[in-house]
């Protein structure tokens, strides 16, 4: 089936630096999804991208949908203790989403 | 504003034991519906989901099945439960492409 491949895995930074993962797909969506786990919780939707070359924003965090349809990314600045997670892609298939892999961050103080 | 529930939150039960999850839904009407299984430091795998009363479309060949007896009531059951059973239960709701995650229910299969 249809799977996205994030990268990195794993991420451990420090206080303040800024953090950028991406989503890849062998197959095109036409929307993509960020989401946040925190640990034993459900995910919480982030940021929503509809259109090719899409760039949004909510707050610290910076998505683009990107041009070919087949890729994402999440960019995070000035990171703090509390962006410590887990950082999931999604891609729609009809009444479906296909989720990456994840992505953990931890953050040092 | 909608929210989503499930429970319950935690769940240890023996093998070959039934099992009965349920997530429902407030603040909105028909919703679609479905069910994710997360394994420990996994991604998510999605069970089920529903379009509507009484219609299940299901994703995994195993020993789950899942019910819609009303529009916004969910449920997830098993006749026999095995070991690999356990892991992270999480409900969804959504009304387009964004999905809206319920607190989950963890279960542990001994």
């Known amino acids: 089936g249809q799977q996205l491949n994030q990268s990195p895995q794993s991420m451990f930074i420090q206080e303040g630096e800024d953090v950028s993962m991406n989503c890849t797909s062998s197959s095109i969506f036409n929307t993509w999804l960020w989401y946040k786990q925190d640990p034993g919780e459900g995910p919480v939707l982030l940021i929503a991208l509809y259109k090719a070359g899409e760039l949004t924003s909510n707050g610290r965090l910076t998505a683009q949908f990107g041009i070919t349809r087949k890729d994402s990314f999440l960019n995070i600045s000035a990171s703090i203790p509390s962006d410590v997670g887990i950082y999931f892609c999604a891609g729609d298939n009809t009444d479906k989403l296909i989720f990456g892999t994840g992505t953990r961050l931890q953050v040092f103080p | 504003s909608q929210t989503i529930h499930q429970w319950p939150a935690t769940l240890v039960q023996p093998v070959g034991s039934p099992l009965s999850l349920e997530c429902t839904v407030e603040?909105?009407?028909?919703?679609?519906l479905y069910w994710y299984r997360q394994a420990a430091g996994r991604g998510l795998q999605l069970l089920f989901y529903s379009v509507g009363i009484g219609q299940i479309s299901s994703e995994v060949p195993q020993n789950l099945s899942a019910s819609r007896p009303q529009d916004r009531q969910f449920i997830l059951s098993s006749k026999k439960l095995l070991l690999s059973d356990s892991g992270f239960y999480l409900c969804?709701?959504?009304?387009?492409?964004?999905?809206?995650f319920g607190p989950g229910t963890r279960l542990t299969v001994t």
């Open positions: 603040g909105t009407s028909n919703p679609n």
């Open positions: 969804a709701w959504s009304h387009g492409y964004e999905q809206y």
